[in-house]
């Protein structure tokens, strides 16, 4: 479990190749895969974290995610004046999912080269 909260590309690809495997179309697999992957990022973004820098940030990423949806929300409201329910938790978890993705990776880059640094200088 601790691999997938670390690495939760494994879980994507996962997830991906059972989708596919289940004859589900490229766009539903991958969309599949992306809603699982999300939760996960969810814990793995605050998690990477503090295990790099020992700062927590959890609170701070899920005030976010819903300022987020709050902004998507009135977005919608504004300009369907009905809102559609389903497809906004929808838009609003793929975005979750854009996001997360590159913060994941933008943490672990910037972890790797101070690492490296850190090696090269002590």
Partial sequence: MSI???FPII???IT????RKGKKSRVKSFGLA????????FFSVPL????????????IILIIAIVI???????????K???EVLRLIKKTWRLYFI???????VIWIVGLIQSIIEYAFS
Avoid: Q
């Avoid at 991906?16 to 989708?19: K, Q, R």
């Avoid at 996001?99 to 990776?105: G, S, Y």
């Fill in 99 to 105: 996001l997360l993705t590159i913060a994941f990776v």
């Fill in 48 to 59: 990477s974290i503090s295990s790099l820098w020992e700062k927590n940030y959890n609170i």
């Fill in 81 to 83: 004046k009905e809102i």
């Fill in 34 to 41: 992306s809603d699982v992957t999300t939760v996960v990022l």
């Fill in 69 to 79: 949806a709050m902004i998507f929300t009135y977005i919608d409201w504004r300009t």
């Fill in 11 to 13: 879980l994507f690809i």
């Fill in 16 to 19: 991906y190749f059972l989708g």
């Fill in 4 to 6: 997938i909260i670390f």
